[in-house]
């Protein structure tokens, strides 16, 4: 069974850039969780979908965050414009309803 | 304010002896606790986890112990190998609400 797919691996832009990312849950899983984690810290909940509902956005900046789930599978997040303080890596997990939750391997952004 | 807490940053064990890895929580709601193994460029895998109704889990080489009254609870491992060398989350919920994370041990297994 293929894990959570994200997209890109790694990204580099300049402060005041958009930047996105991309997520593929597990198949069958309904929950889809956005993290960001800095450096020695564990990961921060940004937004948690069920289904396409986003039913908790409340740590999500959104001023210059976004995020969204066509269809209830894939999600993408997108900063515009990004800041230097957005360098962290960006986590995305799926899980079937509120049970353990399975992460994708990350997307570490950094904001020059 | 971080309500999951993990206070020894790092931690090193010689191979085959056993691993110790403890996380405290200040929420008496929280009802559900997990622990993940993360190596480097990776994200975090799942290692095993505990509902408050049972004070012990076993999965294999993995034990968690869960102390309700002391918010505590402790990943057991042995024998400990190089290739557990990696960082290590607890994390928790409650309610069915969002998972807290602690902030991770580094745990360095010594050939």
């Known amino acids: 069974e293929a894990g959570v797919v994200q997209s890109p691996r790694y990204k580099i832009i300049e402060k005041k850039q958009p930047v996105a990312f991309w997520c593929n849950p597990i198949?069958?899983?309904?929950?889809l969780y956005w993290y960001r984690q800095n450096l020695g810290q564990g990961p921060e909940l940004l937004i948690r979908?069920?289904?396409?509902?986003?039913?908790?956005d409340s740590q999500l900046p959104k001023d210059r965050f976004s995020a969204e789930r066509l269809k209830g599978v894939d999600s993408t997040l997108k900063i515009q414009p990004a800041e230097l303080g957005d360098s962290a890596v960006y986590l995305c997990?799926?899980?079937?309803?509120?049970?353990?939750?399975?992460f994708g391997p990350g997307t570490r952004l950094l904001v020059l | 304010d971080q309500q999951v807490k993990q206070n020894s940053p790092s931690l090193s064990v010689q191979e085959g002896r056993i691993s110790i890895l403890n996380c405290d929580y200040t929420?008496?709601?929280?009802?559900?606790f997990l622990w993940y193994k993360k190596y480097p460029a990776e994200g975090p895998t799942f290692l095993i986890s505990?509902?408050?109704?049972?004070d012990k889990n076993e999965d294999g080489r993995f034990t968690v112990f869960l102390n309700k009254s002391a918010k505590h609870l402790s990943l057991h491992f042995v024998p400990s190998q190089p290739g557990d060398s990696a960082v290590y989350f607890c994390?928790?919920?409650?309610?069915?609400?969002?998972?807290?994370f602690g902030t991770g041990t580094s745990l360095t297994v010594i050939p």
């Open positions: 997990a799926s899980s079937f309803g509120l049970e353990t939750q399975y």
């Open positions: 198949s069958g899983h309904n929950t």
């Open positions: 979908y069920e289904n396409e509902e986003a039913v908790d």
């Open positions: 929420n008496s709601m929280f009802d559900y």
């Open positions: 505990i509902s408050s109704i049972k």
């Open positions: 994390a928790a919920s409650g309610s069915g609400n969002q998972f807290y």
